[in-house]
């Protein structure tokens, strides 16, 4: 999949108190955790995603699995790319780690996203529109950055 010809969506960023080892770190255990509840597996199921289940190497590398995404790359301390697809959409969640000085780091958390046909459409009203995308990607990014101040 090329991430570059999927439209923009949103970018969620945040400025982390700890190095990129230990963001990155988090980040992995975050979207493990996160991802991989049994009703985001079911969720998966029901809207058509051939990612069901957790699977493949931990820490999430490329090859990973979780519901409703794949790891397409996995560069430790810098960028963690997930891809997914549904019946009503085809997606990426990149992450992205950059120095921000004094021991700090950037996270931020892109998502691109294509929604085809009248059903994408609705989907994107749904889940874009809403305000729910935007809630949970902000809660994910969120969550690794307090996970990550915790364990540096």
Same mark, same amino acid.
């Not at 519901?67 to 301390?77: N, Q, R």
């Not at 990149?94 to 046909?117: I, N, S, W």
């Given at each position: 999949?090329? %991430?570059? +010809?999927?439209?923009?969506? $949103?970018?969620?960023? #945040?400025?982390?108190?700890? $190095?990129?080892?230990?963001?990155?770190?988090?980040?992995?255990?975050?979207? $493990?955790?996160?991802? +991989?509840?049994?009703?985001?597996? !079911?969720?998966?199921?029901?809207?058509? @995603?051939?990612?069901?289940? =957790?699977?493949?190497?931990?820490?999430?590398?490329? !090859?990973?699995? @979780?519901?409703?995404?794949?790891?397409?790359?996995?560069?430790?301390?810098?960028?963690?790319?997930?891809?997914?697809?549904? /019946?009503? +959409?085809? /997606?990426?969640?990149?992450?992205?780690?950059?120095?921000?000085? $004094?021991?700090?780091?950037?996270?931020? =958390?892109?998502?691109?996203?294509?929604?085809? !046909?009248?059903?994408?459409?609705?989907?994107?009203?749904?889940? %874009?529109?809403?305000?729910?995308?935007?809630?949970?990607?902000?809660?994910?990014?969120?969550?690794?950055?307090?996970?990550?101040? #915790? %364990?540096?």
């Amino acid at each position: 999949m090329e %991430i570059s +010809s999927l439209p923009y969506v $949103d970018e969620h960023t #945040q400025v982390v108190a700890a $190095d990129a080892h230990a963001v990155w770190q988090s980040v992995g255990q975050v979207l $493990d955790r996160s991802f +991989s509840e049994g009703r985001l597996a !079911g969720y998966a199921r029901l809207v058509g @995603c051939p990612d069901r289940t =957790a699977a493949g190497p931990r820490p999430l590398a490329e !090859g990973s699995a @979780c519901p409703g995404f794949h790891v397409l790359s996995a560069t430790p301390d810098r960028e963690l790319v997930l891809v997914g697809r549904h /019946y009503f +959409s085809t /997606y990426a969640l990149v992450f992205r780690m950059e120095e921000a000085g $004094d021991g700090r780091t950037r996270l931020r =958390a892109e998502t691109r996203a294509r929604f085809p !046909g009248p059903f994408g459409g609705l989907y994107r009203l749904l889940v %874009i529109s809403s305000g729910a995308h935007a809630l949970l990607t902000g809660r994910l990014v969120a969550a690794a950055r307090r996970r990550a101040e #915790q %364990i540096r």
